[in-house]
């Protein structure tokens, strides 16, 4: 069984590694980019699944999910999950549903484990 | 003085005048009267004693006639009784004598008898014939008890001797008793009044004038004073009528001035009066009754009604206007047509155009609006007009957008203005809320950022602290990842920095932060700092240099803490900010009393346009937000925020895409006269 692939767009980078170590150990291959461009760019791979931060340099996460969805029949479709440490009643992202698949979690109230159980449910790796 | 004194005066003035000038007609006309009078009182008396002289001249002729006579002068000496009947007695009757009495020359009497066979002859003593002899022709008078008679004697002579020049013979007496018969017929013929001493004297309604009249005895005295009484009832006429009409004239000019007065005070005076006492008192109760008279008071009152109702509305427009322009919201009124009649100060302040511009137009035409959605507003879905249409009183949020093109947010309450029932205009109140929406978002920014910025390191502590557990659930003796350490440092800092600047930023705000004065060696605090962010230069492979010109001496006398935060922003900034591989700089000088250091850094630069606002709180240049969406703008405006208590200042200059320059400046550490906080 190939290993499923996960893109992690995330600029801080203790959060990047800890989320990409995790998901390593999970057994998942994964891409880190630190910036929206670098994320924008790496979706070129095609990931399975996107975790994707909003306060990104660059490009936000919302640009990134924004392009992705309306640039072609692979983006509008790969679930993306959005982590952040926004609330949600945060303007910034109070229009997230517009671009589903999509599910947030707030990095502060959810664990390691909960963001791999989450990326497992979604891509139904059991 | 009032008018109604003026009229009493000036009709009290004028009655006086006219009965002064009746007064001195009565009295011209009672002198003239008496004038008169005088006139002919001489006269009247003249002809008095005329009347009686010719009344008196029988009698004379008859005494002095048959006494010259022969047959008198045979009969004294041989009386003859019948020639006494035939020619004595019947004399009686014809000459209208009293009595006649005869002497001769010794004076003895012999004839005498009166009218009534009565008579009792006079007692004429020696002295008296004596006289009556020597007179030859007397007059006299005498008064025996109450009765008067009048005398004429004669001497007796012959025929031949008319002139009484030969002895007298005798005497021959004739008297005439001057009782009320008499008196009567004098009165008839005189036409006067008569009256003896005895009796008093008449009251006279009529114009008359009186004389004595005196009556003498032999001896020329006084036996009797008459008062001749002569009436003048024309001259009465005339002098009644001249009254009648004297008071006539005076009766009806009093009742013409009466009423002239009457009409004066009443209809002219009382309501002048009236008129100027509500006026006064301003009680225009009165003016009102006044006004429906169709007299000219009328008008007069209806006019200074008008006119104090004109003053009012002016009055208390003037007081409207004045605090319409004074309240601090914008107020615009409309009227039917939704021209604009109103536009204070606070209206022209909002939208930028003066009231005289405004006045007259639409209010569509001064400015537009949108819903708070952003939706724009046709002309008559302005809550103005809407008031105007529907009546009712609105109040709703909107968005304005000034002929400038300026927008703001303003809550507007519009009111319709109604008079007697109809709607004659609408008037709004209109708030900017700008700044109140303004803090009420940046309140919630400041919530929104401050969460995150702390949910950030909190996070990275819960991941690692769950990868340590999880590590030893595994194995004891597995080792801990190497990099857990750093990453919960970094994340504890930055829990730290953060809550240390939310807490400098409210002191701050309320005044209660203390700067100490210490002398510090500015080198040491950026050796600390640069330590600090060592790692962060590293990732971005930056080269940090630090020229320093002070040879050595770059001690500042400032607060350890507070300048420590101030290099870390700074520091931290010029790192966080440069590009991959770029250059950051580090000056120190001297100058005067002052430390001045410069930190520059290479990189994308703060935006021209932003320039003014970077030291305000919780701003970020929006090139650095999407370099380094962390953060929360408050390091700039803590870092000159506590200069300025430290006496010291900063500033920048920066060139976008080439390099940023930080320059600030400190009290140095070797001025004793340095300024300290």
Not at chain 2, 494 to 502: D, H, M, Y
Request: proline letters at 4%; charged letters at 25%; aromatic letters at 6%.
């Amino acid at each position: 069984m190939t290993k499923k692939h996960i893109l992690v767009v995330e600029d801080d980078t203790v959060s990047a590694s800890l989320l990409s170590d995790k998901l390593v150990s999970a057994g998942f291959e994964v891409e880190v980019a630190a910036d929206g461009e670098q994320g924008l760019e790496a979706t070129k791979n095609k990931p399975d699944l996107i975790l994707l931060d909003i306060l990104l340099p660059k490009m936000d996460g919302m640009a990134l999910m924004k392009a992705l969805r309306e640039g072609g029949e692979w983006g509008a479709q790969v679930p993306i999950i959005i982590t952040s440490n926004l609330s949600p009643d945060d303007g910034a992202i109070n229009k997230v549903a517009t671009y589903a698949p999509v599910f947030y979690l707030m990095k502060a109230e959810h664990s390691l484990d909960d963001v791999v159980e989450k990326t497992k449910e979604i891509l139904k790796v059991v | 003085m009032k008018i109604r004194t003026k009229i009493t005066l000036l009709t009290s003035a004028l009655v006086l005048v006219s009965l002064l000038l009746v007064l001195g007609q009565y009295l011209l006309e009672k002198e003239r009267t008496s004038l008169f009078l005088e006139g002919i009182k001489k006269e009247e008396q003249e002809s008095f004693n005329r009347l009686l002289d010719l009344s008196g001249s029988e009698l004379a002729i008859f005494a002095s006639d048959y006494s010259y006579w022969d047959d008198m002068v045979e009969y004294v000496h041989n009386p003859d009784p019948v020639f006494a009947k035939e020619n004595i007695e019947t004399s009686l009757t014809t000459f209208k004598a009293s009595e006649i009495y005869v002497y001769n020359a010794n004076r003895e009497l012999i004839y005498g008898r009166d009218l009534d066979y009565l008579a009792v002859p006079p007692v004429f003593g020696e002295d008296l014939f004596n006289q009556l002899y020597k007179n030859r022709l007397s007059h006299f008078f005498t008064r025996k008890n109450d009765t008067l008679t009048e005398f004429r004697v004669a001497t007796i002579h012959p025929t031949n001797d008319p002139e009484r020049i030969t002895e007298p013979q005798g005497l021959f007496v004739v008297g005439k008793r001057w009782d009320k018969g008499h008196l009567s017929i004098l009165e008839e013929l005189s036409g006067t009044t008569i009256v003896p001493s005895s009796e008093k004297a008449p009251g006279l309604r009529v114009v008359s004038l009186s004389f004595p009249y005196e009556v003498m005895d032999w001896k020329q005295e006084i036996v009797e004073t008459f008062t001749i009484i002569s009436s003048f009832p024309i001259v009465d006429v005339v002098q009644q009528t001249s009254k009648r009409q004297l008071l006539v004239i005076t009766a009806s000019s009093l009742l013409v001035l009466l009423l002239v007065y009457v009409f004066l005070h009443i209809l002219v005076g009382r309501p002048i009066e009236a008129l100027s006492r509500s006026i006064q008192k301003k009680d225009y109760r009165l003016m009102k009754k006044m006004q429906k008279s169709p007299s000219e008071f009328g008008i007069l009152a209806k006019l200074v009604l008008d006119f104090s109702e004109h003053e009012l509305v002016l009055e208390s427009k003037a007081h409207d206007e004045a605090i319409l322009s004074a309240v601090g919201s914008g107020l615009i009124a409309v009227d039917k047509e939704k021209k604009i009649t109103l536009f204070n100060m606070a209206a022209e302040r909002l939208f930028g155009i003066t009231a005289e511009k405004a006045l007259g137009l639409r209010i569509d035409e001064v400015f537009q609006a949108e819903t708070e959605e952003g939706a724009s507003l046709a002309g008559d879905e302005f809550p103005l007009t809407r008031a105007l249409g529907t009546k009712k009183l609105i109040s709703e949020t909107i968005l304005c957008v000034r002929p400038d093109g300026m927008k703001f947010s303003a809550v507007v309450t519009a009111t319709p203005i109604v008079l007697y029932g109809e709607i004659i205009g609408a008037v709004q109140d209109l708030r900017d809320i700008t700044a109140e929406k303004t803090l009420e978002r940046s309140k919630r920014d400041f919530i929104s950022l401050v969460s995150h910025e702390l949910r950030t390191p909190l996070t990275n502590l819960t991941w690692t602290v769950e990868q340590l557990e999880s590590a030893k659930n595994i194995s004891a003796s597995t080792s801990i990842p190497e990099s857990t350490v750093p990453y919960m440092r970094s994340a504890l800092n930055r829990i730290r920095t953060l809550v240390s600047a939310i807490v400098d930023v409210s002191k701050i705000e309320n005044g209660s932060i203390v700067a100490a004065s210490k002398v510090l060696k500015f080198s040491s605090l950026l050796a600390l700092s640069l330590e600090d962010l060592k790692l962060a230069i590293k990732a971005k492979n930056l080269t940090v240099t630090i020229n320093e010109e002070t040879s050595g001496n770059d001690l500042v006398k400032s607060d350890e803490r507070m300048l420590e935060i101030i290099v870390n922003n700074l520091v931290s900034n010029a790192v966080r900010y440069s590009n991959e591989n770029g250059q950051i700089r580090i000056t120190t000088r001297k100058e005067e009393s002052e430390l001045v250091v410069g930190i520059v850094n290479t990189g994308p630069g703060i935006p021209k346009e932003e320039q003014t606002q970077i030291f305000s709180k919780m701003f970020r240049a929006t090139n650095a937000k999407l370099l380094s969406p962390d953060g929360i703008g408050l390091g700039l405006y803590i870092s000159k925020s506590f200069l300025e208590l430290l006496g010291g200042s900063i500033s920048f200059t920066s060139i976008p895409d080439q390099e940023t320059v930080f320059t600030i400046r400190l009290p140095h550490g070797l001025q004793s006269s340095g300024k300290q906080v």
